[in-house]
């Protein structure tokens, strides 16, 4: 079948278009219900029907012969280890930690906070979870304390699983000593820490709450799938928004399990048996969908790789996973390409490796630049394919889709709508903009399956966020434009969040906790263009009249707060003392305007502006 008409039908019928879908995944109870909506006028997929995503992804394929074909591959060059798990093994270790967790008294609708590093015990937890119908929440490794205690407070987890270390390359990471003082600092305090002891570090688990994973899991009996509605959630993801606080995006089982495994053969072209690797982590989006739960309900073999693209050992890492495990589908960050690409340029690792095996690379997380594009499809000689995406989706909307017509890439653009997902662009009024025009872009509703329903335990955020711009669209926070052929081409955020290393993260937190320091009276943190990271945090502070400082170990104290407080994963590494900040006569601080003087773009003085003479003052910092 065509893209177009594959498309269309989705446009056409949704509700016939999506249950016709839902019948590829094995339900307890089919759905009555496709689409509904809830009192708040919310949209619903499939929410009656009875299921569990662990089911599918793991005893469903033990059910039907694919027992003893490989689940996942662990494959971590930072601790020398590869460990094949079968789906039947995977089955087994589940079923035993979703025992354990039942012991430890939690129950469906529960949630656990998940903290862990790439390990194939951080995807048990997670599947773990879903099989007794509790919520899970991964939280990234590379987060500090501050970030996970915040949301310990939202999420309320009655466990925490973790590790006793991370690896990054070489350097271990204590998890646990971030966890106690997580716990320390949130206001709400969980039963129970499970902690998964790795050889390279052992962690104290001296505290009453604390709970040794091999130890308890020995003793633990396997429980069986429990059943839960189509609409009950599978997991939250907190995202970062343009506040200090980040969201929780929320996932029902139901509309998830169908995107997902649609996506798989639609946009990936992969079918079960394949190898699919999505070199990313847990902690995001990408790794809940794409390393987790598609490729085991598509009966795949997924790989979680604990390791860099490059530096474990070389800029070759990437190329020896896909020969050594026959790697299909390849899917990773540009970032992380631009840093093979730097260390490798002219591709002398690319040509060791047989990759055969590969038909197609994918990448998300950021807008592949078309050097980098050019670079990496003349390289290896394959279809590169950009596709764009949010957590709050879970899954592509716009993509080149694979498993139908394939369509001509245009370098720089995310290709074209995905099945369910009507891609208008709106002007700042919500007026649809002609061809080639910039603006917002936007979904209009309703949303396909798997797309968030709601902030965790905050409505009226979502709908602030999301839906009360423009009424009857959800907007992304992205901008871009279609052209004539109707490709999409995404440009970038129209709001403060920046996306550093394909980590998304918001100015506006850093923002609030730069201007905590006592010698700061205000700041504006935007982001600067960045070869390697796409993005880079760059702080700009007004002091307080009343203090004299070292302004060089003031940036020094200022990177650290944000280090402690956020994480590494910030990367906030650059600040400048300013006389002020350019502001709009009414007081509102012109950070667009201060993002594209620093990236040396063109710009309109706004009309709006207080006293210009404030914009030559960010200029001569260049
Ligand atoms: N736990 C603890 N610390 C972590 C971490 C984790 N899980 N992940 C990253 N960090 C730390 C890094 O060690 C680094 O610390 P440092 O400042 O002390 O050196 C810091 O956070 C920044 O990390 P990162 O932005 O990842 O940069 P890097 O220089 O270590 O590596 C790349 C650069 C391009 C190789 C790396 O960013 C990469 O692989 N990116 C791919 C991102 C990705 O997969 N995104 C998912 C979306 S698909
Ligand atoms: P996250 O929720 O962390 O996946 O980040 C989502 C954001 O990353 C989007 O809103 C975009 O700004 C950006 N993004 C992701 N994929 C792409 C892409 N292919 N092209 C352009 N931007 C992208």
């Given at each position: ?241 343009t506040t200090g ?251 403060d969040?920046i ?6 993260l918001s100015t506006g937190e850093m923002e609030e906790i730069v201007g905590k320091h006592s010698a700061v009276a205000e700041c504006s943190v935007v982001g600067r ?8 945090p760059v702080g700009f502070v007004v002091l307080k009249s009343?203090v004299?400082v070292?302004e060089?170990?003031l940036s020094k104290e200022l990177v650290q707060l944000v280090r402690?407080s956020i994480?590494?994963?910030a990367?906030f590494k650059e600040v400048y003392i300013v006389p002020r900040l350019p502001k709009?006569?009414?007081g509102k601080i012109l950070r667009k305007t201060i993002r594209?003087?620093f ?15 404030s914009?030559?003052e960010i200029?001569?910092l260049?």
């Open positions: 079948m065509s893209y177009q008409a594959e498309y269309d039908h989705s446009m056409q019928n949704p509700e016939e278009f999506w249950k016709e879908k839902a019948q590829d995944v094995s339900w307890f109870k089919f759905p009555d219900k496709i689409l509904s909506q809830d009192e708040n006028g919310i949209h619903h997929w499939f929410a009656d029907g009875e299921m569990n995503t662990c089911y599918m992804a793991l005893d469903y394929h033990v059910e039907n012969g694919r027992g003893d074909q490989a689940a996942l591959i662990y494959d971590s060059p930072v601790t020398d280890t590869k460990k094949t798990y079968t789906y039947k093994e995977l089955r087994d270790e589940v079923a035993t930690c979703a025992g354990m967790l039942t012991e430890l008294g939690t129950t469906k609708g529960d949630r656990v906070i998940i903290y862990m590093p790439m390990i194939p015990e951080a995807a048990v937890a997670m599947l773990a979870c879903a099989r007794i119908g509790a919520i899970h929440s991964v939280v990234f490794g590379g987060f500090a304390p501050r970030e996970l205690a915040i949301r310990i407070d939202d999420a309320k987890p009655r466990v925490i699983m973790s590790a006793s270390c991370g690896i990054e390359v070489k350097r271990e990471i204590a998890y646990k000593p971030m966890l106690d003082e997580a716990i320390k600092m949130a206001e709400y305090k969980p039963e129970h820490c499970v902690v998964f002891q790795r050889p390279e570090v052992t962690a104290d688990l001296s505290s009453e709450r604390d709970i040794d994973w091999q130890e308890a899991c020995a003793k633990a009996k396997p429980v069986d799938c429990v059943p839960v509605n189509g609409s009950d959630l599978l997991y939250i993801l907190y995202t970062s928004g606080k980040p969201k929780g995006v929320v996932r029902e089982n139901g509309g998830h399990a169908v995107a997902m495994k649609y996506s798989m053969k639609a946009i990936y072209d992969v079918k079960p048996g394949d190898v699919y690797w999505a070199a990313s982590d847990v902690g995001w989006v990408v790794g809940h969908s794409y390393i987790i739960y598609a490729p085991l309900l598509q009966g795949c073999t997924t790989i979680l790789y604990e390791g860099k693209p490059i530096m474990t050992p070389d800029a070759g890492a990437f190329w020896r996973i896909v020969e050594e495990y026959k790697v299909k589908a390849l899917f990773t960050a540009p970032t992380a390409f631009r840093a093979i690409k730097k260390e490798d340029p002219d591709g002398e690792f690319i040509k060791q490796y047989d990759l055969s095996s590969l038909v197609n690379i994918f990448s998300a997380g950021e807008r592949l630049d078309p050097p980098t594009y050019e670079w990496l499809s003349e390289k290896t000689e394959r279809p590169v394919i950009d596709h764009w995406w949010q957590t709050e989706t879970g899954w592509a909307i716009a993509a080149n889709m694979m498993g139908y017509e394939v369509k001509p890439i245009k370098a720089g653009s995310a290709t074209v709508p995905v099945s369910g997902f009507n891609v208008q662009i709106l002007d700042d009024n919500g007026q649809p903009v002609p061809s080639g025009v910039q603006g917002n872009i936007t979904l209009k509703l309703p949303l396909p399956p798997s797309c968030l329903t709601t902030i965790w335990q905050d409505f009226n955020r979502f709908k602030s966020s999301y839906l009360d711009t423009y009424p009857g669209y959800y907007f992304s926070g992205d901008g871009g434009y279609i052209d004539e052929e109707g490709y999409l081409f995404v440009m970038g955020r129209v709001d969040v996306n550093v290393a394909g980590h998304r263009n960045d070869n390697l990271k796409g993005q880079m009343s004299t070292d060089a170990e402690d994480g590494p994963v990367c709009t006569r009414s594209q003087i990236n040396q773009e063109e710009y309109v003085v706004p009309s709006t502006i207080d006293d210009p003479e914009l030559n200029k001569a260049l």
